[in-house]
């Protein structure tokens, strides 16, 4: 089928237009009442009541009644997940995010995509308007099936912006990694009640997040994600973090949870991240591949709607007696469908992660990524799209390359009926989040919630909760008048004392310094990966051992991922860790007002060379580590309320 004939139809005439929403009214421009008095929304313009418009049937009953009624081309738009620009004069525009790609107007009313991840976002009541319109676009569509807005997370520190955004508008609470640290399922499962209301106020109805890898290796980037080394911790927060978005069961005011990176993400080679070609491999010399399945296990009994796979290649693995194909788990039939499928009895919806088909370039033009299809590097975009779907996949994330999944079906290549299994799945979820009922949300609701003064509240009592003393903290001045601060910004210390410009002058030296990386910038998105070695440059240490000996010093290092704080131990500093705060949160504990409770989430390495040493399957064997994973140093000082 010809991408100009699937794109035609008498409700999709306007698909190039941008559209201004009615705002919240909008639920009622297209609402019914039939003849026994039920509203309900008419998706396909006949003025009847189909089954799949009755909000009073099942989701299953519903499901089968639309998926029946689908064309090829809206099943498949439904297994595409791909990337757009919130606008900020809430217009649905068709400018791509990047070379080659289609922009809003095209992804929903030409390629019926209808599965959408926001990368960049404005203000919240610009949001709303921007997603309402989406939500119009769609309704024009043959049968108006809604858009689901996903994300990854926003509500910490954006330390890489191809896993995660920095709060703006959300309330900042720590990195995924701070939770670990607390260790509270309580505050996590609190923590996922905010975020939800405030992704549901804007309209983000799916969470591509938590990630329950275990940071097995220190120096894999993308620990800060994480729920930590211990799997039986990221057990138990994982299932508080589910409940906490989607409820007990997935309804209208729920966040739908996309757990990743099954079946662990963490076991790197050389802590290499396989976005880029030279982290292809996971490999599991210590033989604990069931150690990294088990969150997954846990996140799937919690009910979680989705899981994503990672890129990475198994090498060497054999389960059960069978060996395990080399190829990206994205393609990888044995452990999606064998695994996941059958001898876990997983029924929920599998969305690969972003780009396993077509290469990626940068708006600019500088950098290029290529497609993260490791072990399948040699086929075509077509075999890839054919290997992923036979696989079990039921989306393709960062694609939107439907005209490819059209064509081998039409072919004989790929039978309708797989399709269709993955479109019950996916359709599913968007009646169990009532979407079909009433896909809209309030400006005035999304300007109030987002932001809500009472959780920036709790998000930064959060953040100073998962703070980590590693040595006690007795040894600070309990008033400091003046202080001397070093990469952390005044303003956060206005009416705690003076600040001073000339280290020597101060009865207290604060330095924040982010954990050592090598800076790589040959690919796309490369730059914002934190990987390499742990260890500080000797030109650090050396300004900071200066520092420290002006005046008694605080060193609060932010731990994204382990670092060698061994330079730092024999020195009179007191030591800190971090793992997403603000410069008030830091200052509030540094200062006596805040106190930190958290405790290790992962070893800290004593050494380079240890580490190189250590097995990346492996928690927790890094020789002689300087500190271990649940360690914190006792402290007997007091809070003093100093503002």
Same mark, same amino acid.
């Given at each position: 089928?010809?991408?100009?004939?699937?794109?035609?139809?008498?409700?999709?005439?306007?698909? $190039?237009?941008?559209?201004?929403?009615?705002?919240?009214?909008?639920?009622?421009?297209?609402?019914?009442?039939?003849?026994?008095?039920?509203?309900?929304?008419? $998706?396909? @313009?006949?003025?009847?009541?189909?089954?799949?418009?009755?909000?009073?049937?099942?989701?299953?009953?519903?499901?089968? #009644?639309?998926?029946?009624?689908?064309?090829?081309?809206?099943?498949?738009?439904?297994? =595409?997940?791909?990337?757009?620009?919130?606008?900020?004069?809430?217009?649905?525009?068709?400018?791509?995010?990047?070379?080659?790609?289609?922009?809003?107007?095209?992804?929903?009313?030409?390629?019926?995509?209808?599965?959408?991840?926001?990368?960049?976002?404005?203000?919240?009541?610009?949001?709303?308007?921007?997603?309402?319109?989406?939500?119009?676009?769609?309704?024009?569509?043959?049968?108006?099936?809604?858009?689901?807005?996903?994300?990854?997370?926003?509500?910490?520190?954006?330390?890489?912006?191809?896993?995660?955004?920095?709060?703006?508008?959300?309330?900042?609470?720590?990195?995924?990694?701070?939770?670990? !640290?607390?260790? #509270?399922?309580?505050?996590?499962?609190?923590?996922?009640?905010?975020? +939800?209301?405030?992704?549901?106020?804007?309209?983000?109805?799916?969470?591509?997040?938590?990630?329950?890898?275990?940071?097995?290796?220190?120096?894999?980037?993308?620990?800060?994600?994480?729920?930590?080394?211990?799997?039986?911790?990221? @057990?138990?927060?994982?299932?508080? &973090?589910?409940?906490?978005?989607?409820?007990?069961?997935?309804?209208?005011?729920?966040?739908?949870?996309?757990?990743?990176?099954?079946?662990?993400?963490?076991?790197?080679?050389?802590?290499?991240?396989?976005?880029?070609?030279?982290?292809?491999?996971?490999? &599991?010399?210590?033989?604990?591949?069931?150690?990294?399945?088990?969150?997954?296990?846990?996140?799937?009994?919690?009910?979680?709607?989705?899981?994503?796979?990672?890129?990475?290649?198994?090498?060497?693995?054999?389960?059960?007696?069978?060996?395990?194909?080399? %190829?990206?788990?994205?393609?990888?039939?044995?452990?999606?469908?064998?695994?996941?499928?059958?001898?876990?009895?997983?029924?929920?919806?599998?969305?690969?992660?972003?780009?396993?088909?077509?290469?990626?370039?940068?708006?600019?033009?500088?950098?290029?990524?290529?497609?993260?299809?490791?072990?399948?590097?040699?086929?075509?975009?077509?075999?890839?799209?054919?290997?992923?779907?036979?696989?079990?996949?039921?989306?393709? @994330?960062?694609?939107?390359?439907?005209?490819?999944? %059209?064509?081998?079906?039409?072919?004989?290549?790929?039978?309708?009926?797989?399709?269709?299994?993955?479109?019950?799945? $996916?359709?599913?979820?968007?009646?169990?989040?009532?979407? =079909?009922?009433?896909?809209?949300?309030?400006?005035?609701?999304?300007?109030?919630?987002?932001?809500?003064?009472?959780?920036?509240?709790?998000?930064?009592?959060?953040?100073?909760?998962?703070?980590?003393?590693?040595?006690?903290?007795?040894?600070?001045?309990?008033?400091?008048? +003046?202080?001397?601060?070093?990469?952390?910004?005044?303003? !956060?210390? !206005?009416?705690?004392?003076?600040?001073?410009?000339?280290?020597?002058?101060? #009865?207290?030296?604060?330095?924040?310094?982010?954990?050592?990386?090598?800076?790589?910038?040959?690919?796309?998105?490369?730059?914002?990966?934190?990987?390499?070695?742990?260890?500080?440059?000797?030109?650090?240490?050396?300004?900071?051992?200066?520092?420290?000996?002006?005046?008694?010093?605080?060193?609060?290092?932010?731990?994204?991922?382990?670092?060698?704080?061994?330079?730092?131990?024999?020195?009179?500093?007191?030591?800190?860790?971090?793992?997403?705060?603000?410069? +008030?949160?830091?200052?509030?504990?540094?200062?006596?007002?805040?106190?930190?409770?958290?405790? $290790?989430?992962?070893?800290?390495?004593?050494?380079? !060379?240890?580490?190189?040493?250590?097995?990346?399957?492996?928690?927790?064997?890094?020789?002689?580590?300087? =500190?271990?994973?649940?360690?914190?140093?006792?402290?007997?000082?007091?809070?003093?309320?100093?503002?």
């Amino acid at each position: 089928m010809s991408m100009a004939l699937y794109m035609q139809g008498p409700r999709v005439i306007k698909k $190039l237009e941008s559209h201004m929403p009615a705002a919240s009214s909008a639920v009622a421009a297209d609402t019914l009442t039939a003849q026994d008095g039920t509203r309900f929304r008419d $998706l396909n @313009g006949n003025g009847t009541m189909e089954p799949y418009e009755d909000p009073r049937l099942s989701t299953t009953e519903r499901v089968a #009644d639309l998926v029946a009624r689908l064309s090829l081309a809206e099943k498949a738009g439904l297994m =595409f997940h791909t990337q757009v620009v919130a606008t900020a004069d809430g217009r649905v525009s068709n400018v791509p995010i990047r070379p080659g790609r289609a922009g809003a107007a095209d992804l929903v009313g030409g390629k019926l995509i209808t599965h959408l991840n926001v990368i960049e976002m404005p203000g919240p009541r610009a949001m709303a308007r921007w997603q309402n319109a989406v939500q119009e676009l769609a309704a024009q569509n043959p049968h108006g099936i809604p858009v689901t807005l996903s994300t990854d997370p926003r509500h910490g520190f954006g330390h890489n912006a191809a896993a995660s955004f920095a709060a703006a508008d959300f309330s900042a609470w720590p990195d995924q990694i701070g939770f670990a !640290a607390i260790g #509270d399922a309580d505050l996590v499962r609190r923590f996922g009640d905010v975020a +939800r209301r405030e992704y549901v106020a804007v309209g983000i109805r799916a969470a591509l997040h938590p990630s329950v890898d275990l940071a097995t290796e220190p120096r894999w980037a993308r620990q800060y994600t994480t729920f930590g080394q211990d799997g039986e911790l990221a @057990g138990r927060l994982v299932v508080a &973090y589910v409940e906490g978005f989607q409820g007990a069961t997935l309804g209208p005011r729920s966040v739908a949870c996309i757990t990743k990176h099954f079946p662990g993400g963490g076991p790197q080679r050389d802590g290499e991240d396989p976005h880029f070609p030279y982290g292809r491999e996971q490999i &599991y010399p210590g033989g604990r591949f069931d150690e990294h399945l088990a969150p997954f296990r846990a996140a799937m009994a919690a009910g979680t709607a989705g899981l994503m796979p990672y890129y990475g290649i198994p090498m060497g693995l054999e389960l059960h007696g069978e060996p395990i194909e080399e %190829i990206g788990f994205g393609f990888n039939r044995q452990i999606i469908t064998g695994l996941l499928r059958e001898r876990l009895g997983y029924d929920g919806v599998v969305c690969s992660d972003w780009g396993l088909v077509t290469d990626a370039q940068a708006r600019d033009g500088s950098r290029r990524l290529p497609a993260r299809a490791w072990g399948a590097e040699q086929l075509t975009p077509r075999e890839r799209v054919r290997r992923i779907v036979e696989a079990g996949c039921d989306q393709m @994330g960062g694609e939107e390359c439907v005209e490819i999944l %059209i064509d081998l079906v039409e072919s004989g290549d790929i039978p309708e009926s797989r399709i269709d299994e993955s479109a019950r799945r $996916l359709l599913g979820v968007k009646f169990d989040l009532g979407l =079909f009922d009433n896909p809209f949300v309030s400006e005035d609701e999304a300007a109030t919630v987002v932001g809500a003064p009472g959780f920036v509240a709790e998000g930064l009592a959060a953040q100073a909760r998962a703070m980590v003393a590693l040595t006690p903290l007795d040894a600070l001045p309990v008033r400091p008048a +003046r202080l001397h601060l070093d990469g952390l910004d005044a303003a !956060a210390a !206005a009416g705690a004392a003076d600040i001073v410009d000339d280290p020597r002058d101060a #009865d207290l030296i604060v330095v924040r310094i982010a954990a050592p990386w090598e800076a790589r910038d040959t690919y796309m998105l490369e730059s914002g990966f934190h990987a390499g070695s742990l260890e500080f440059a000797e030109a650090d240490i050396a300004r900071i051992l200066d520092l420290a000996a002006m005046a008694p010093t605080a060193l609060v290092v932010g731990l994204d991922r382990p670092a060698v704080l061994t330079p730092f131990l024999d020195a009179e500093i007191t030591l800190l860790a971090e793992f997403g705060a603000s410069d +008030r949160a830091v200052l509030d504990v540094v200062l006596g007002v805040a106190e930190p409770e958290g405790r $290790l989430p992962f070893d800290l390495p004593r050494s380079m !060379a240890a580490v190189e040493l250590s097995l990346p399957d492996v928690p927790g064997d890094t020789a002689d580590a300087l =500190f271990r994973a649940g360690y914190a140093a006792s402290s007997t000082a007091g809070i003093t309320d100093l503002r």
